[in-house]
């Protein structure tokens, strides 16, 4: 095969792989919607929520909550908003820099979380349950070597851990 062959097939090859991850995503997320819509919250929201959690009590500011999102959403004050008048976050100014608001999540947002935990994983089961465990594992660590690359990166063996 010449050169100018293989970066064509390459690039052919590159663009189906990268539909076929648009195409799954939309089906995994209609999936996560649907879920979510039960529950009264979004999946931005929902996303807030869990990195929240994972933050532990010190929460996280504004700032650190939008870098930690999945999906970028142009305006995090507003979804934090929301989900502070539906009592599920809490905004705290920090005492030494009143320019700097954490937010926490609440027991509400907790226990929402815990509601929703067995449902989700069993979602994420059932969504690739065709697989098999050595896919799976191959699958992930290209997607691990996928991010890493595009964010110019090398892939070391934890280069981006799942919800």
Same mark, same amino acid.
């Given at each position: 095969? @010449?050169?100018?062959?293989?970066?064509?097939?390459?690039?052919?090859? *590159?663009?189906?792989?990268?539909?076929?991850?648009?195409?799954?995503?939309?089906?995994?997320?209609?999936?996560?919607?649907?879920?979510? @819509?039960?529950?009264?919250?979004? &999946? /931005?929201?929902?996303?807030?929520?869990?990195?929240?959690? !994972?933050? !532990?009590?010190?929460?996280?500011? =504004?700032?650190?909550?939008?870098?930690?999102?999945?999906?970028?959403? /142009?305006?995090?004050?507003?979804?934090?908003?929301?989900?502070? =008048? &539906?009592?599920?976050?809490?905004?705290?100014?920090?005492?030494?820099?009143?320019?700097?608001?954490?937010?926490?999540?609440?027991?509400?947002?907790?226990?929402?979380?815990?509601?929703?935990?067995? /449902?989700?994983? &069993?979602?994420?089961?059932? *969504?690739?349950?065709?697989?098999?465990?050595?896919?799976?594992?191959?699958?992930?660590?290209?997607?691990?070597?996928?991010?890493?690359?595009?964010?110019?990166? *090398?892939?070391? /063996?934890?280069?981006? @851990? =799942?919800?």
């Amino acid at each position: 095969m @010449k050169g100018g062959d293989a970066m064509a097939n390459r690039a052919l090859l *590159s663009r189906d792989v990268l539909l076929d991850l648009l195409r799954l995503h939309e089906e995994l997320l209609a999936d996560v919607t649907a879920l979510l @819509k039960e529950h009264d919250v979004t &999946a /931005p929201q929902y996303n807030v929520l869990r990195i929240l959690r !994972g933050a !532990g009590p010190g929460g996280l500011t =504004g700032t650190g909550l939008a870098a930690a999102m999945i999906t970028r959403v /142009p305006d995090v004050t507003r979804l934090v908003d929301r989900l502070e =008048g &539906a009592g599920l976050v809490r905004r705290e100014r920090c005492r030494e820099d009143r320019r700097v608001v954490h937010v926490r999540v609440e027991a509400a947002g907790l226990a929402l979380l815990a509601r929703l935990d067995a /449902p989700m994983l &069993a979602g994420h089961e059932a *969504s690739l349950q065709g697989m098999t465990l050595p896919e799976l594992e191959g699958l992930a660590a290209a997607l691990r070597r996928a991010l890493a690359v595009r964010r110019g990166r *090398s892939a070391g /063996p934890r280069a981006v @851990k =799942g919800t």
